[in-house]
């Protein structure tokens, strides 16, 4: 017994040693670049914190106190309180689940949808390859915020039409970028190879150019929710992102703005702060990738 | 990696230049300056993104109509510091005539604009024509008498205008002092005259009064600048200009007035005030406005077939749900508790206070109208300001009786379009007084046949309305006010609404700026009697 | 193909998609729910509000409105303004100055901090200076601009008294009188050298925040062209003549990375008209970012589109002279 399973996985190794040769470059390269690694720690620690958060948190973050308004981080209020008394620290630590989850939804639907527009397009060219194009221009050249306000405004309040208003806004990168992977892979031998024995387009297309274009576009979704974030806290700030009493760090931002000059400066400087590192945290990673990506390609 | 000497200069670098930054952000105060720059200009903080035309027969927003009364004079006026009693300014004296609906007034004599043009009773005349044939929004306030065509000049000193129906005297002469019922000089308007438009256009950025400032300089979203009318037949104004520059951002208000560059920072929210009460140099100025917050029910919501808000008792319970402390401690001093529909500093004004939070009594009452589990409900409220805030309390309150409250907060445009049609389940909103008359408050809060507040919120009461109606043309004050006393129990117990506060204007004010006295509503601001000391006390 | 007929091309697909955009938003803006002239006056009687609504049109249907629209727009208006009563013509003109001044000087800044962070970057490659200049470029695009806005104004300003506050001009400084509606030039044909230099004054911070965008972008395009250029052949070779560094490095490095980066300036340019919105509102700018934004929430349909397109207009061109610029220096590109 003990043997199949040995023989199984030395046949599997070999099999796929190019690509487990690739993972180990991969991570070596990771390894040398710090801020990939600070990048990746940190949004590790948001995903721990956005699962662990009901551990977390040492308060509820929709208990209503409100004589406990407004009071100063303490051993108590680690982070202070708000307006109507809920603990800061708590919130932000439920926030993130929140901000998580809009990144994470809004880049997944957005990238998907962009890269098989994009794979479609530079794929077939010609008519099919204009319209599309043309159709991503229109996007681009629209001012972002005000088309994400517009579209939330009218699928209605609510995160889940936060996210959807931000995703019909983010496409277009996608895209732009799987287009341009398309092209450049379309005429590699190895597809004219696939094509010959009979291969049809779909296949073609999601079986082999589709996971070469995966990098770049992780690339470009791990810069994306940094901004992504950025995007649901300017929403909230005009009420069409997550509903009172949610706890998103840009509802909390946009309540507590009027504070950050009167000395209670923590019910805006805590979530701003959780959206920096945040943000930060994403782009760092994807630029990191970015760089492991473009030495690969060197190759 | 290896850290060179260079490298560590620059982590060092970083590290003080963050170290610092973190150091700054806990500073306290710098030192406050303790002179007035200059001692005949007074500099006001404001947002005046809302400004619209400066027009008198146009002008309906805070900003156009704070601008409009220091530009132009009325008939009569209400004055600092109380903003009480009806007082001469154009007219110097009125009497109502025997058929109880013509109003005579005799015209100050010797008065001119400030290019010459006399002031009489045919100037008045002119005015409040023109006004009328507008026809635009601010109109309403003096049309709603039907004076149309009916005034006329009897000489050269007295006019009279003739009501379609017999209107309490304060009633009618509050309106007057609305800025649509300004003077305008018919000189400037025949020159001014564009395709029929009787000047409207060129006096959206020019005044034509004969008020004690004249207008320098009107830039959208940028400042106005007021000069002193160096004509103006009353006291001559203290101050030399005024200058009102837009500042959006309500902590960059707070900024500058604790920095000294401005002298009067108008938006502050109540907890900036808080933080600059007791500061040296700054001072708060407080005045109760007529604006009241109240939680709007729809009689006729329909919840799961059946219609719970329709219940008075229901109703009263949530009355009795609301903890109003905590809702006034939020508010800090920017609110006095109000349950009734008349502000006070309005007559007619009623100061019952009595309900409090009592869960037990609310689930009494609950039970007795029949829903002992409660229900679900959805509370529309705006995202700004302190109203998020507010609906989770009403929400954290309402759900100690069981009534599951959904929040969703709706921007201006579609919360108002579901409230004028009926559409909501529970609202939160505010309602002022347009003039400081009871009257116009009654038709909003007691008379669906109005379709105001009591339509859109279905409660089609035919006892409330017809006191109203009746109320509106009572002579006799005595009598009038006893009715309003009546009628604004009777909304406070049956109504569907639950007041709860009244909101109070505060103002950081340097302490060198003395005699500003500012107005309950948005149009009776008056600066002539300002004025800015050299030092600070 | 030529120079002419890429522009001219390019120009062609613009109106196309300038027409997308109209469309688009003119869909949008009527089916977001919310009927904007009950809530501009809440306390307005019923009567009132049909009668302005009959007024503005606003009752016809779809169709005949946007036909209606797009005829004016044909005769250049763009139709009048819910909020401020005037012709959103008037309204754009009046606005849009300070926004370029704003977009423009962030857009300098954004340079001057990016390509030297950049040109770090690259030269420093993997070493600390590296990872620092990364994160601060980095940085720019992950903070709440409000934020950071209000908090720079307490500090600067307010305590340490370095910076003046909002707005253009000081208070007790007058404004010069309007000629072009850009204040930077008003204030110097007006002689007016104190307005000028206070306004200059004003826009730092602003600029800084918006810039701080702008520079993250420039920054990681020049570090990664100027790597790209750095391992070609005639760098080895202008070496191996013995030339100083600093030389191969302005000369010959230096030159041919910024042509990709000349693209991203111009992207940049465009988002920092976008990301001026919330700036002006803090630093109470009277531009076209807060006038738009205070239009949509407020549903002002003519000024919001009216804005839009205004936007997407002054964007596409300046992505189009990016793009001639950039395909006047590399030819490759053209004829591609």
């Not at chain 2, 500042?247 to 500058?256: C, F, H, N, R, S």
């Not at chain 2, 006095?336 to 037990?360: E, H, K, M």
């Not at chain 3, 998609?17 to 089916?31: A, H, K, N, P, Q």
């Not at chain 3, 600029?207 to 760098?235: D, N």
């Amino acid at each position: 017994m003990k043997y199949k399973t040995q023989k199984f996985f030395n046949e599997w190794t070999k099999e796929h040693k190019y690509q487990i040769e690739d993972i180990k470059l991969i991570l070596h390269l990771w390894r040398r670049s710090p801020l990939s690694v600070i990048g990746s720690i940190i949004v590790l620690a948001l995903i721990s914190i956005a699962l662990l958060a009901p551990y977390l948190a040492p308060h509820d973050p929709f208990e209503v106190n409100v004589p406990n308004q407004l009071l100063p981080p303490s051993s108590e209020y680690i982070f202070g309180t708000d307006k109507v008394g809920r603990d800061i620290l708590s919130r932000v630590i439920y926030g993130s689940r929140i901000s998580l989850m809009i990144a994470i939804m809004v880049v997944l639907v957005s990238s998907l949808i962009g890269a098989v527009a994009g794979l479609i397009s530079g794929y077939f060219g010609g008519k099919i390859d204009e319209a599309i194009m043309r159709i991503t221009d229109i996007f681009f050249a629209f001012p972002r915020l005000i088309l994400a306000m517009a579209v939330a405004a009218a699928l209605g309040r609510g995160i889940t039409n936060t996210m959807l208003a931000i995703a019909f806004v983010s496409w277009p990168i996608y895209a732009r970028l799987s287009r341009a992977g398309t092209l450049q892979i379309k005429n590699e031998v190895y597809i004219e190879a696939a094509k010959s024995i009979g291969a049809g387009h779909i296949r073609v297309m999601f079986l082999h150019i589709l996971p070469m274009i995966i990098p770049f576009t992780l690339v470009q979704a791990t810069l994306d929710m940094g901004g992504v974030i950025l995007t649901a806290a300017g929403l909230g700030f005009i009420g069409l992102g997550a509903q009172p009493p949610s706890s998103e760090w840009g509802a909390m931002i946009s309540l507590g703005r009027q504070y950050v000059a009167t000395g209670q400066w923590w019910v805006a400087t805590f979530p701003g702060l959780a959206i920096l590192i945040t943000a930060l945290g994403f782009n760092l990673l994807g630029d990191g990738l970015r760089d492991i990506f473009d030495v690969r390609m060197r190759r | 990696m290896k850290i060179g000497a260079k490298d560590a200069a620059v982590i060092l670098l970083i590290i003080i230049l963050v170290a610092s930054w973190g150091y700054f952000l806990t500073l306290g105060r710098p030192a406050v300056p303790t002179k007035a720059t200059e001692t005949d200009t007074l500099i006001i903080a404001r947002d005046i993104s809302d400004a619209v035309s400066l027009d008198p027969a146009r002008a309906y927003e805070f900003s156009s109509c704070l601008i409009v009364n220091q530009l132009y004079d009325k008939l009569v006026d209400l004055r600092p510091p109380e903003y009480k009693e009806i007082e001469p300014e154009i007219a110097t004296e009125w009497d109502i005539l025997a058929d109880n609906v013509t109003w005579e007034f005799k015209i100050r004599e010797d008065l001119t604009f400030p290019d010459g043009t006399p002031i009489n009773a045919t100037t008045v005349k002119l005015s409040l024509d023109r006004c009328l044939e507008l026809a635009q929004t601010a109109a309403w306030v003096i049309e709603q008498f039907g004076m149309g065509g009916n005034i006329t000049v009897v000489d050269t000193y007295t006019l009279r205008i003739k009501l379609a129906e017999v209107v309490a005297p304060r009633l009618f002469l509050s309106c007057l002092t609305f800025t649509s019922a300004a003077i305008v000089n018919p000189t400037l308007v025949q020159e001014h005259e564009v395709a029929g438009d009787l000047a409207s256009d060129w006096m959206t950025t020019h005044s034509a009064g004969s008020g004690p400032y004249i207008l320098e300089r009107w830039e959208k979203d940028v400042e106005f600048v007021l000069v002193a009318n160096e004509e103006y037949w009353g006291a001559e104004p203290k101050l030399k200009r005024i200058v009102v520059r837009h500042v959006p951002e309500l902590t960059a208000q707070m900024l500058q007035i604790e920095a000294g560059d401005v002298d009067i920072a108008w938006n502050l929210l109540a907890d900036q005030i808080e933080e600059i009460t007791g500061v040296e140099g700054i001072k708060v100025i407080r005045v109760p406005s007529f604006f009241k917050d109240y939680l709007g029910m729809n009689v006729n919501a329909t919840i799961d077939e059946e219609k719970p808000l329709g219940d008075n008792k229901v109703r009263d319970a949530i009355r009795y749900a609301l903890d109003y402390d905590a809702i006034l401690d939020i508010m800090k001093g920017g609110a006095i508790p109000l349950q009734t529909f008349v502000d006070s500093g309005i007559p007619g004004y009623n100061p019952a206070l009595p309900y409090f939070r009592d869960v037990d009594k609310a689930r009494d009452l609950m039970a007795e109208a029949g829903y002992p589990d409660g229900f679900a409900v959805e509370l529309l409220v705006q995202p700004t300001l302190y109203w998020p805030d507010l609906a989770v309390i009403v929400q954290d309150n309402l759900a100690d009786i069981d009534i599951d409250v959904t929040i969703t907060t709706i921007t201006a445009a579609e919360m108002y379009e579901i409230y004028r049609a009926q559409g909501h389940e529970l609202i939160l909103a505010e309602w002022g007084a347009d003039y400081s008359d009871p009257d116009n408050l009654a038709k909003a809060f007691a008379d669906y046949t109005i379709r105001q507040l009591a339509w859109r919120n279905t409660w089609y009461n035919d006892y409330a309305s017809n006191l109203t109606k009746e109320a509106c043309s009572e002579l006799d004050t005595v009598k009038r006010l006893e009715m309003y006393a009546e009628l604004t129990d009777y909304v406070l117990y049956n109504g569907p609404y639950a007041i709860f506060i009244q909101g109070v204007y505060q103002y950081g004010v340097r302490t060198w700026v003395e005699g500003f006295y500012p107005d309950p509503t948005f149009f009776l601001m008056d600066f002539s009697e300002v004025y800015k000391e050299a030092v600070y006390k | 193909m030529d120079l002419r007929t890429y522009t001219a091309r390019r120009l062609a697909l613009m109106v196309f998609v300038f027409f997308g955009i109209l469309v688009i938003s003119f869909v949008l803006i009527y089916i977001v729910p919310g009927d904007p002239v009950g809530a501009i006056y809440p306390q307005a009687p019923p009567y009132m509000i049909e009668k302005i609504t009959r007024e503005w049109g606003f009752d016809r249907p779809l169709h005949e409105q946007f036909l209606s629209y797009l005829w004016k727009l044909l005769h250049g208006d763009f139709g009048k303004s819910l909020l401020t009563n005037r012709p959103v013509m008037q309204d754009l003109i009046t606005f849009f100055p300070t926004t370029i001044e704003l977009a423009t000087f962030a857009t300098i800044l954004a340079v001057a901090m990016g390509i030297p962070l950049g040109m770090i970057s690259a030269l420093k490659k993997d070493k600390i200076p590296d990872h620092i200049a990364r994160i601060f470029a980095i940085s720019g695009v992950s903070m709440p601009v409000y934020w950071l806005g209000l908090l720079m104004l307490t500090v600067f300003y307010y305590q340490l008294r370095l910076m003046p506050g909002p707005g253009q001009l000081d208070p007790y400084i007058k404004y010069p009188p309007t000629v072009t509606g850009f204040l930077l030039i008003d204030s110097l044909i007006a002689g007016r050298i104190d307005a000028f230099l206070n306004y200059i004054h004003h826009l730092i911070m602003p600029s800084f925040i918006l810039g701080l965008f702008g520079a993250a972008g420039i920054a990681r395009m020049t570090r990664s062209s100027m790597l790209e250029v750095l391992r070609k052949e005639y760098v080895r070779t202008a070496r191996a003549k013995g030339l100083r560094e600093r030389i191969v490095i302005i000369r010959h490095v230096l030159r041919n990375a910024l042509i990709p980066t000349v693209t991203v300036i111009g992207v940049t340019y465009g988002m920092l008209l976008e990301g001026a919105v919330l700036t002006e509102t803090v630093f109470g700018l009277p531009g076209l970012g807060q006038y738009a934004t205070r239009a949509a929430i407020h549903l002002d349909f003519l000024a919001v589109m009216g804005s839009t397109l205004l936007i997407a207009i002054i964007y596409s061109f300046a992505n189009l002279i990016v793009d001639v610029v950039y395909a006047y220096l590399d030819p490759r590109i053209r004829y591609g």
